[in-house]
């Protein structure tokens, strides 16, 4: 059904096509017709971060950035939700046109600038849903936050959700805010992860629940970054890596339309370069923590080879624009298969 309906929504500038896709998405759950159309993952149980997640195939974060489609996302089969890029201020992201699709090579350059509603309002989002399993909050610094003082913006952020959320996410690598991808750095990164970790440790007592952090990172690192990044995750005990955000290599779509704009880039173009970063970060980590991978998944296989570079858990965000909601099951079905 979704690629009847692709072409209608690919003749429609892409940011507009994207919140049409989500409001026409929600009225099918209110009026209880997605069952119709969505076949289920079967069940296939893992346990990631001391979550049970009932399959392996998440949503990226930056689909529903306020929060205000969890439960007709959660109906397309997921097994776990992240939301957000969230900031603790709104924001309204960089200036349009933001997002841009590259059909021929199965991509998408976006530089939305983590546009949002702010914390406040996805957390009122949040307490509305119904969705009862795994919801990862994916947290950011606002763009006028100097560098310096990114940390406080995490803390912000970290506090506010803690209470709402199964995992927090800390995105530390969009190339569209001023510096952030600085915070990979190894001082900066050092600093940042020691005030997370402590924050954490207060927020468990506070709440009296413990919940996981998980650092997501670029795929434009080389081998000395990610060994060192691998080295803080482990000494400071993070519970989890995101490993990628988007690229920002050009490397074979540059000269298609639309293939030298400014932005992060994601879908098909940048598999190969995730999977490497998960290889080693795997070869790194020895077991350390999981690594939740990301990036390119388009078919079930792309989702299976993640699997097998190390990623205990997978997420997918623009082969959706691409597939459709029958990825989720594809994906769910290969990395069965493979287990059985």
Partial sequence: MFQLLRPALFALDPETAHHATLDALKAAHCLGTLPLVVKRPESDPRTVMG???????GLAAGLDKNGGYIDPLAALGFGFIEIGTVTPRPQPGNP???????????GIINRMGFNNDGVDKLIENVRQAKFKGVLGINIGKNADTPIGKAAEDYLIGLRKVYAHASYVAINISSPNTKNLRQLQGGDEL???LAQLKAEQKKLAQQHG???????????DLDGDQIRQIAALLIKHRIDGVIATNTTLSREGVENLPHGNETGGLS???????????????????Q???PIIGVGGILKGSDALEKMQAGAALVQMYSGMIYRGWELVSECAAAIKAKRT
């Fill in 267 to 285: 879908g098909a173009p940048v598999r190969e370069k995730s999977t490497a970063v998960i290889r080693q970060l795997a070869a790194e980590l």
């Fill in 209 to 219: 629940k413990y919940v996981p952090l998980a650092v997501k990172i670029a795929p």
């Fill in 287 to 289: 077991g350390a923590l």
């Fill in 96 to 106: 349009k046109p933001r997002l841009f699709r590259l059909p021929q090579a199965q």
């Fill in 190 to 192: 050092d600093a940042l």
């Fill in 51 to 57: 979550l049970t997640f009932p399959n392996p195939v």
